[in-house]
């Protein structure tokens, strides 16, 4: 059964850091892209944006456009979780993040809140 666990979000003022971590089990991690979305509020499950996709190899990422320079993406095989790093974060970065891989189907972990306001 494949999981997904994020941690690490939180409330942090604008231009400060934040630093998400997905655990994966239930499936072999090494070789699977793995992707973070976040879901802004009052948004719809449909409207969840993809924020940023590493790929199996860890060798490719993408990010969104409001993201890139201030977002990395990044994995640990050995330890099957994936990171995301936040900098200079923005309020119109506040959303519920969430962790994803596409096995058999598109798997979706919990969700975890970032907000961002002083």
């Known amino acids: 059964q494949v999981q997904l666990v994020e941690s690490g979000g939180g409330l942090v003022q604008p231009g400060g850091s934040l630093r998400l971590s997905c655990v994966a089990s239930?499936?072999?991690?090494?070789?699977?892209?793995m992707s973070w979305y976040r879901q802004g509020p009052g948004k719809e499950r449909e409207e969840r944006e993809l924020v940023a996709t590493i790929t199996g190899s860890g060798n490719i990422v993408s990010y969104e456009d409001s993201v890139k320079g201030r977002f990395t993406i990044s994995r640990d095989d050995a330890e099957k979780t994936v990171y995301l790093q936040m900098n200079n974060l923005k309020p119109e970065d506040t959303a519920v993040y969430y962790c994803s891989t596409l096995t058999t189907r598109r798997y979706w972990g919990q969700g975890i809140q970032v907000t961002v306001s002083s």
């Open positions: 239930g499936f072999d991690f090494v070789g699977y892209f």
